[in-house]
């Protein structure tokens, strides 16, 4: 049995990954942990996302080492924001427990104190900002047709729901990094987030970046490499939040066999190259 510690535990992602692990028969579910000073604290989980009692009570994250030093969790899934996730990975790590965060939205500082903590914390980590399989396989195609038509113009557009609290998403952040890089430039230097006024023509070096947030979007991206009378998208839709789930599910089984010490992305867990 995997033993998971679900950080986030009655948000959009932690309630949905909690419903799904309850069904499945080699994991369980053995800590709920929320915002610190949560109106939820000391409820059945499972009462407060509408499954029924399962036996876990939320825990605020006030409370978060003491939480998984008692509940022994083998792995830590943190969907929350940015800096709670830093905090999760910190307690996970100094206690020997492995990882899988999807949470996004982080700065260069704190991407480098998670490095830091899963190195010196010898623990299994899978962080990705988008753990849909169709999403890992879009990045791959990018990669690609980004080597094959280095001199078109590249627009990257993301949209999402109205309470999604970063922008760009990660995984529009992560596209940019992927094109730049495969045609030899540097995401920070070329990115353009958004256009406003008289600002001349567009450089054929700049990777445009545009998030709209409306309604209940799961989550779009859209990725344009356009040329002289002619242009390409590639576009993934996530029709439900049940394919970033499923991918959950799948780091899930696969974090034994992760490098410990390090930090794995969804390519090791689906086997792309
Ligand atoms: N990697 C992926 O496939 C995906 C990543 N995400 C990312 O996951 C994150 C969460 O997204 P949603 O579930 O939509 O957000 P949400 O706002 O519905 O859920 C976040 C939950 O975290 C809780 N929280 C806040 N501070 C906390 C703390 N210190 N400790 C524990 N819990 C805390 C909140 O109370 C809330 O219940 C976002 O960063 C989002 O971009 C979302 C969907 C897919
Ligand atoms: O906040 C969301 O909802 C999502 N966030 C992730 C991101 O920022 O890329 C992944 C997905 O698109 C949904």
Redesign the pocket.
């Known amino acids: 049995m995997i033993r998971v510690a679900v950080?986030?535990?009655?948000?959009?992602?932690?309630?949905?990954i909690i419903k799904r692990i309850t069904r499945e028969d080699d994991m369980e579910v053995v800590a709920a942990?929320?915002?610190?000073n949560?109106p939820f604290k000391g409820k059945d989980v499972g009462e407060v996302i509408g499954i029924g009692t399962i036996g876990v009570k939320v825990t605020?994250?006030e409370e978060?080492e003491e939480a998984l030093r008692d509940s022994k969790p083998d792995v830590v899934v943190?969907?929350?924001?940015?800096?709670?996730?830093v905090?999760?990975v910190e307690k996970a790590s100094k206690l020997g427990i492995n990882l899988v965060?999807?949470?996004?939205?982080f700065s260069i500082e704190q991407l480098e104190k998670i490095e830091k903590d899963i190195k010196e914390g010898d623990v299994k980590a899978i962080i990705?900002?988008?753990?849909?399989v169709g999403?890992n396989v879009f990045f791959k195609v990018l990669e690609e047709l980004a080597k094959l038509l280095p001199d078109y113009n590249v627009e990257i557009m993301e949209a999402?729901?109205k309470?999604?609290?970063?922008a760009p998403?990660?995984?529009a952040l992560r596209a940019l990094e992927i094109i730049a890089v495969a045609t030899g430039r540097d995401p920070d230097k070329v990115s353009v987030y958004g256009r406003r006024g008289l600002i001349g023509e567009r450089s054929d070096d700049e990777i445009g970046v545009h998030a709209i947030r409306a309604g209940d979007i799961?989550?779009d991206h859209i990725v344009l490499f356009a040329g002289e009378g002619e242009r390409l998208e590639v576009i993934h839709r996530?029709h439900s939040?049940e394919?970033?789930v499923s991918?959950?599910i799948r780091a899930l089984r696969f974090i034994e066999k992760a490098e410990p010490g390090k930090i794995s992305n969804m390519n090791d867990v689906l086997g792309i190259r």
Do not use: Q, W, Y
């Open positions: 950080s986030g535990a009655c948000g959009r992602m932690g309630s949905k942990i929320e915002a610190p949560t605020g994250a978060l943190d969907f929350t924001i940015a800096d709670a996730a905090n999760t965060v999807g949470t996004t939205g990705a900002p988008n753990m849909a999403v999402h729901h309470h999604k609290k970063d998403s990660g995984t799961v989550g996530a939040r394919a970033f991918g959950v």
